[in-house]
T-cell receptor, first 111, second 114 residues
Framework: TQLLEQSPQFLSIQEGENLTVYCNSS?????LQWYRQEPGEGPVLLVT?????EVKKLKRLTFQFGDARKDSSLHITAAQPGDTGLYLC???????????FGTGTKLQVIP | EAGVAQSPRYKIIEKRQSVAFWCNPI?????LYWYQQILGQGPKLLIQ????????DSQLPKDRFSAERLKGVDSTLKIQPAKLEDSAVYLC????????????FGPGTRLTVT
C-alpha cells in the first residue's frame, strides 16, 4: 500500500508570512498533483509535476517534485486569507495512474 | 464547460438504513471515481470506472457498498445497510481517461449516519 504523509497536519499563520507544506512517501510516483479544498467543496487541482527535480510556480505558490519522485513540497510566499483551505497532495503510479491522496494539511491564514 | 454534478448535497439517515448517491461526470470523461473523505483527511478511493467497467474496487467494502455506471456516463453509489462509521463526504471525480493525471471533483455529498 502506498502512503503519502503530509506535514504539518495543521498550520495557522498570520497574513504575509511564508510557509512550506511537505508531502513524503517511500514509494516512487510517476506524477504528483497538489489540490486545494475549501469547506463544502471538492478538491480543486492546483498543479501537476511529473519530472524529478521539477519546480513549478503559480503566482505566490511554488511546487517542487523531489529528484527521486518520492516527495514534494509546496511553498507559499506572503500568505493571504484566500489561501485558507485543506491542501492535498496526490501521487499517481501504475499503468492506469492509480491515485493515492495524502493525509492533508489544513491551513488557516489569519488577517 | 459544466463540472461534475453530485446529488444530494446532504443526507442524514439512521444506521441500518440504505442510501444512494448520484454523480454525473464532465462530458467526454471516460474515467469516474468515487472517494470517501473523513473530515479533515485525504480522500480514499472506493471505486474507479473506465466507461462502464470497473478498474479498481480494492478498497470498496463490498458487503455493504455497491456502485454502478451502466451506460458509461452517470454513476450511483449505494450503501446498504449504513453504519455510524460511514459518516463522511462522498466525492465523485472524473478524468479524461485512466492515463490522465488530473481529476476533476464534484462538490460531494455529506452523509451523516445517526
Amino acid at each position: 500500500t502506498q502512503l503519502l504523509e503530509q506535514s504539518p497536519q495543521f498550520l495557522s499563520i498570520q497574513e504575509g508570512e511564508n510557509l512550506t507544506v511537505y508531502c513524503n512517501s517511500s514509494s516512487v510516483f510517476s506524477s504528483l498533483q497538489w489540490y486545494r479544498q475549501e469547506p463544502g467543496e471538492g478538491p480543486v487541482l492546483l498543479v501537476t509535476v511529473v519530472t524529478g527535480g521539477e519546480v513549478k510556480k503559480l503566482k505566490r505558490l511554488t511546487f517542487q517534485f523531489g529528484d527521486a519522485r518520492k516527495d514534494s513540497s509546496l511553498h507559499i510566499t506572503a500568505a493571504q486569507p484566500g489561501d485558507t483551505g485543506l491542501y492535498l497532495c496526490a501521487g499517481s503510479s501504475g499503468g492506469y495512474q492509480k491515485v493515492t491522496f495524502g493525509t492533508g494539511t489544513k491551513l488557516q491564514v489569519i488577517p | 464547460e459544466a463540472g461534475v454534478a453530485q446529488s444530494p448535497r446532504y443526507k442524514i439517515i439512521e444506521k441500518r438504513q440504505s442510501v444512494a448517491f448520484w454523480c454525473n461526470p464532465i462530458s467526454g470523461h471516460a474515467t469516474l471515481y468515487w472517494y470517501q473523505q473523513i473530515l479533515g483527511q485525504g480522500p480514499k478511493l472506493l471505486i474507479q470506472f473506465q466507461n462502464n467497467g470497473v478498474v479498481d474496487d480494492s478498497q470498496l467494502p463490498k458487503d455493504r457498498f455497491s456502485a454502478e455506471r451502466l451506460k458509461g456516463v452517470d454513476s450511483t453509489l449505494k450503501i446498504q445497510p449504513a453504519k455510524l462509521e460511514d459518516s463522511a463526504v462522498y466525492l465523485c471525480a472524473s478524468s479524461l481517461d485512466v492515463w490522465s493525471y488530473e481529476q476533476y471533483f464534484g462538490p460531494g455529498t455529506r452523509l451523516t449516519v445517526t
